[in-house]
């Protein structure tokens, strides 16, 4: 079982910054792919960010330009730096972590509790 914990979210100025964090714990051998989703009120959980043990990483269109996914293999913690933030960033932001526990073991993911994210106008 992992165990993600989120942190950073907060209410922000249009055009400022944030910077989230979720940092993963309990039985993993290896993470395959770390990623960011979001939430808005009404609408369905959709991807932000992600990426891979390999180095890749994906963004959404809306948010390319602006956000930075990175990752800390030593502490298991994804990181989402979210610049110049818009009142459409606004959402609920959650963590995903795909991971085995052990070699050629199965991909399981988990998931954070979600961080409010509220950009002011």
């Known amino acids: 079982q992992v165990q993600l914990v989120e942190s950073g979210g907060g209410l922000v100025e249009i055009g400022g910054s944030l910077r989230l964090s979720c940092a993963a714990s309990g039985v993993i051998f290896r993470i395959h792919i770390m990623a960011w989703y979001r939430q808005a009120p009404g609408q369905q959980r959709a991807l932000v960010a992600l990426t891979s043990a390999g180095g890749t990483t994906n963004y959404a269109d809306s948010v390319s330009g602006r956000f930075i996914i990175s990752g800390d293999n030593a502490t298991n913690t994804v990181y989402l730096q979210m610049n110049r933030l818009k009142p459409d960033d606004t959402a609920v932001y959650y963590c995903?972590?795909?991971?085995?526990?052990?070699?050629?073991?199965?991909?399981?993911?988990?998931w954070g509790q979600g961080t409010q994210v509220t950009v002011s106008s």
């Open positions: 995903a972590v795909s991971s085995s526990t052990v070699e050629r073991g199965p991909i399981r993911t988990y």
